[in-house]
Nanobody, 121 residues
Framework: QVQLVESGGGLVQPGGSLRLSCAAS????????MGWYRQTPGKQRELVAT????????YYLDSVKGRFTISRDNAKNTVYLQMNSLKPEDTAVYYC??????????????WGQGTQVTVSS
């Protein structure tokens, strides 16, 4: 059974930094695109950043460009989101997701459980 487990959320002051991690575990054949979404109460989940398998292509939400950096370690089946110069409007629950083919060659999109990021003084 494949799982995504996130870590690294918390409370930080405006201008501060946090690094989120998301590790995939279980019977995995391959992982393609990995990404991060965020959601605040009453709003739709929005895509923050994605990264392709080789890390050669990335996408960022306009409001986080230049502040957030997505990266991955394929040997560890882990994706990271380095968040710098955090603003109160970055406060949200952050979810990772990944396109995974399992060991039984079933393909689907998996989601993590979410980690709270709060930016406040």
């Amino acid at each position: 059974q494949v799982q995504l487990v996130e870590s690294g959320g918390g409370l930080v002051q405006p201008g501060g930094s946090l690094r989120l991690s998301c590790a995939a575990s279980g019977s995995i054949f391959s992982i393609e695109t990995m990404g991060w979404y965020r959601q605040t109460p009453g709003k739709q989940r929005e895509l923050v950043a994605t990264i392709t398998t080789g890390g050669t292509r990335t996408y960022y939400l306009d409001s986080v460009k230049g502040r957030f950096t997505i990266s991955r370690d394929n040997a560890k089946n882990t994706v990271y989101l380095q968040m710098n110069s955090l603003k109160p409007e970055d406060t949200a629950v952050y979810y990772c997701n990944a396109d995974i083919t399992s060991g039984t060659l079933d393909y689907r999109v998996y989601w993590g459980q979410g980690t709270q990021v709060t930016v406040s003084s």
